[in-house]
């Protein structure tokens, strides 16, 4: 099925540092929705985007909403252990139907 | 938010026997999915569960494999039917309120 291209597909980084993750489309989205997912639970969401151009924050996250509506960047600031997991980007297509088209997600492993 | 209770979060089962997942939502919603999620990997859709008329299924599942209830507005099923090992996976139970998708923990499947 359709996939969104979501980058970069892991990322080692250090605890303090920042963290930046986009995903890219070939189709035009009513929504994006970032979410992360821990290990043996379901994904969370994080942050709802509704309007192009929108930039939006909820804690350490930001989250923007591409002007041409075909993408979306989610950075973390100061990353601490607990944010490690996987990070997936999802697109709301523009019908009534609701579906999401997902990202592959990105991993983030934090180095001790 | 809505809240999600998925079960059973996890199940050892048989080849040739089917298991039925259970997904509760604390509100009432019009929409309500099923996904299945290799560990590490995306979320392919599975269903979208209709209250009151049969799922509709994306391509690549049927009905026989995958009987889905939902019987009102909180409440869905998925039996997975006639197990092999190649349904080993994670089942999610997704539901949209105020045009935002939450999910169940998550039930992680394994077929002996």
């Known amino acids: 099925g359709q996939q969104l291209n979501q980058s970069p597909q892991s990322m080692f980084i250090q605890e303090g540092e920042d963290v930046s993750m986009n995903c890219t489309s070939s189709?035009?989205?009513?929504?994006w929705l970032w979410y992360k997912q821990d290990p043996g639970e379901g994904p969370v969401l994080l942050i709802a985007l509704y309007k192009a151009g929108e930039l939006t924050s909820n804690g350490r996250l930001t989250a923007q909403f591409g002007t041409t509506r075909k993408d979306s960047f989610l950075n973390i600031s100061a990353s601490i252990p607990s944010d490690v997991g996987i990070y997936f980007c999802a697109g709301q297509l523009m019908d009534s139907s609701y579906q999401l088209i997902w990202g592959a997600g990105t991993k983030l492993i934090i180095k001790p | 938010s809505a809240v999600i209770s998925q079960k059973p979060s996890r199940d050892i089962c048989q080849r040739g026997t089917s298991l039925t997942i259970q997904c509760q939502v604390d509100s009432q919603v019009t929409m309500m999915f099923w996904y299945r999620q290799q560990p590490g990997q995306s979320l392919t859709l599975i269903a979208t569960?209709?209250?009151?008329?049969?799922?509709?299924?994306e391509s690549g599942f049927v009905i026989d494999k995958f009987p889905i209830s939902r019987p009102n507005l909180t409440f869905s099923t998925l039996t997975v039917s006639n197990m092999s090992p190649e349904d080993s996976s994670i089942y999610l139970c997704?539901?949209?309120?105020?045009?935002?998708?939450?999910f169940g923990q998550g039930t992680r499947l394994t077929v002996v």
């Open positions: 189709s035009i989205f009513n929504t």
């Open positions: 997704s539901a949209i309120l105020n045009t935002e998708a939450f």
């Open positions: 569960a209709n209250q009151g008329s049969e799922a509709t299924y």
